[in-house]
């Protein structure tokens, strides 16, 4: 039993301060919402420009190695 009892706590305790938290949150505001989307929506243009502009130098160079051989 206290094998049992030994698993079972940590797991009451984590699901009671999960509990906790989920009733602290709350939602944002539109104006937070939207501060939030347009950063992450800037993360994602500055992300696929680097991927982009990595591709494009490392497709010559490639060129380079594979047409050597």
């Given at each position: 039993?206290?094998?049992?009892?030994?698993?079972i706590?940590?797991?009451r305790?984590?699901?009671?301060?999960?509990?906790?938290?989920?009733?602290?949150?709350?939602?944002?505001?539109?104006?937070?919402?939207?501060?939030?989307?347009s950063?992450?929506?800037?993360?994602f243009?500055?992300?696929?420009?680097?991927?982009f502009?990595?591709?494009?130098?490392?497709?010559?160079?490639?060129?380079i190695i594979?047409?050597?051989?």
């Amino acid at each position: 039993m206290d094998a049992l009892n030994s698993v079972i706590d940590p797991l009451r305790e984590f699901a009671k301060d999960s509990t906790r938290l989920v009733k602290r949150c709350q939602k944002p505001d539109q104006k937070e919402y939207t501060k939030i989307a347009s950063r992450v929506a800037i993360g994602f243009v500055v992300m696929g420009f680097v991927g982009f502009f990595v591709k494009l130098i490392f497709i010559p160079i490639n060129n380079i190695i594979v047409g050597a051989a």
